[in-house]
């Protein structure tokens, strides 16, 4: 008999929950039904608010092995087009944790375990936090900061999944010091597309283990993941100098990232407008004036850079003067910098406060057409240059950050794609953080968006400039081609392995479901 679509979940649903004549179960005795439910107001929606792709059913796991169950029933019958998708937190912005038709997975439904383990002085190695897939990194923040510890790498934003960073890459004004936080991991438990779960490391599955870091979902559901820890400081000085030429503002960025051992962070941002400065952090609300100084000036766009040095316990009045001995090298306009002191957990926090404030006027929970690159150093002033030529600076509503990362800080046999071209150890992560903004910017306005962003991406990513998208969408096969470069015949060849009927994160748009 033919299914429909629908009722064929409905029968696997039903297969699933009755589990005994199910040939792909072991054994029944560890089985209990699997919790699904037809959907959640979650499971089509992500950050973005530009895709919104029903699934036809969604799975609450409360264990690893359940979603195994999933997998392995799928992957071992001809049964239908299932197509499953691992939801964190949902902070994508095309719909990558989505599954049209299909089952998400909802990652917070699984027990938020945070195991941390710190090192003993006669131990050899790391300290390290054995934490579930679908824990946020800031309860993993929260949760080690109780033992004085604390992960190295981080994300702006602290309120995304450890399988859904672990999924891209993870970057921030750290990765230039320990790389991303892929770099940063010492062991997976992961779940394959055809059901299997495995723990795997450097040493132990290592091709599964490099190659579901920055697998975009598409080679395994991470259920647990072993994170680095080091020893958390307490306080950060926070430190903001601004910039009216590109090129000092990168060359001072470039010697930033070459001080690793004393400088702790480094960002920046294009300043383009007032909108800039309130966008970018509640923690320097003194300085909101300043812009209209600073456009009595003639360039059409000004540079900040942000640096931080954190106050080890021992060494409490040490970051004042790193502060002051790295500012005496650094070349901005005479007198605009400005520093704050705030606890390691407020720093690493910082979005939070951006956030609420934003929900606070509505403007949360609107569509966001960003756009996230990285550009080869030889690139970033022709980058620049095209963003300034796309977009309007004085009406610009988001933000524009800029900071330079090294490519001998990441794994090359992850599958992170990174440009290529020329091999330059310095690369510039560009964002273009754009809010949409219903009331001013209609549906044709977020397309135009859209469209704006596709002309900026087939510009930057052609042999001139050499960039590669970060987190990114491609409808077509050739340009997913194109992204991976070198990495696509590896990839293939691991999908091929790992996830062969093509079950996995169809919301990336890289695969078709096979039968
Ligand atoms: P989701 O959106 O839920 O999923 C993303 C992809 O990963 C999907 O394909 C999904 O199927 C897959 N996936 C999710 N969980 C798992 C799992 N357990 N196993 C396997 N696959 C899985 N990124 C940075 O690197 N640095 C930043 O500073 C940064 N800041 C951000 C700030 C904001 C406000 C937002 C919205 C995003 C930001 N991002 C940043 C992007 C972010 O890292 C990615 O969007 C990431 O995927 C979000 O994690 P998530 O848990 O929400 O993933």
């Known amino acids: 008999m033919e299914f ?44 973005g608010r ?68 710190r090192k003993r002085d006669d131990e050899p190695g790391f300290s390290y936090a054995d934490v579930s897939g679908g824990v946020l990194w800031v309860e993993l923040l929260e949760e080690s900061l109780k033992e004085g510890l604390a992960p190295r790498s981080w994300t702006d934003y602290l309120y995304m999944s450890i399988g859904g960073t672990l999924s891209n890459a993870g970057i921030s004004g750290q990765t230039f010091k320990y790389g991303p936080q892929i770099n940063n991991v010492f062991q997976l438990d992961v779940v394959t597309g055809r059901g299997e779960l495995v723990t795997c490391s450097s040493l132990q599955r290592p091709d599964l283990f490099y190659s579901v870091l920055g697998g975009l979902g598409q080679l395994g559901v991470i259920t647990s993941a072993r994170i680095l820890l080091q020893d958390a400081p307490h306080k950060v000085k926070w430190v903001r100098a601004f910039y009216d030429d590109f090129e000092i503002f990168t060359k001072d960025q470039e010697l930033l990232v070459s001080m690793d051992s004393k400088v702790d962070y480094v960002e920046g941002f294009m300043v383009l407008n007032e909108q800039s400065l309130h966008a970018s952090s509640v923690a320097f609300p003194s300085y909101m004036g300043f812009i209209e100084q600073l456009h009595a000036h003639s360039s059409d766009a000004y540079y900040c850079i942000e640096f931080a040095v954190h106050y080890e316990l021992e060494k409490e009045s040490n970051a004042e003067q790193v502060v002051e001995e790295i500012a005496k090298q650094l070349s901005f306009m005479p007198s ?75 794994y090359s046999n992850t599958s992170a794609v990174l440009p290529e071209s020329g091999e330059e150890n310095v690369i510039y992560v560009v964002s273009m953080l754009l809010s949409a903004n219903p009331t001013t910017c209609s549906t044709e306005c977020l397309t135009r ?41 590896g990839f293939l060849a691991r999908k ?17 479901r096979k039968y």
């Open 4 to 47: 429909s679509f629908c009722s064929r979940i409905n029968a696997l649903i039903l297969l699933l929950a009755l589990c005994s004549p199910c040939r792909f179960i072991q054994s029944p005795m560890d089985f209990g039904p699997l919790n699904f439910l037809q959907s959640t107001p979650s499971a089509s929606i992500d950050f």
């Open 50 to 117: 530009i895709f919104f792709n029903s699934p036809s059913a969604v799975l609450r796991p409360q264990s690893p092995k359940e979603i195994s169950q999933l997998l392995s029933f799928l992957s071992s019958s001809s049964f239908s087009k299932v197509t499953v998708a691992a939801r964190g937190a949902g902070h994508s912005i095309h719909g990558q944790a989505q599954a049209h038709d299909g089952i998400v997975i909802e990652m917070d439904s699984l027990p938020p375990s945070i195991k941390i383990h």
């Open 336 to 410: 605009f910098i400005y520093s704050e002191e705030v606890s390691y957990f407020d720093f690493l926090n910082r979005v939070r406060m951006e956030e609420l404030n934003l929900r606070s006027k509505g403007l949360w929970d609107v569509p966001h057409p960003w756009l996230n690159m990285f550009v080869p150093k030889s690139g970033i002033d022709q980058y620049r240059d095209l963003l300034l030529e796309n977009i309007s600076p004085s009406t610009f509503d988001g933000h524009i950050l800029i900071y330079p990362i090294l490519r001998d800080k990441w």
């Open 449 to 489: 968006l859209l469209h704006q962003n596709r002309r900026i991406v087939e510009t930057a990513t052609g042999p001139e400039i050499g960039a590669k998208q970060y987190l990114p969408h491609h409808s077509q096969e050739r340009q997913w081609r194109e992204h991976f470069g070198g990495k696509w015949e």
């Open 496 to 512: 091929s392995e790992f996830d062969p009927l093509h079950i996995l994160a169809p919301g990336q748009g890289i695969f078709q």
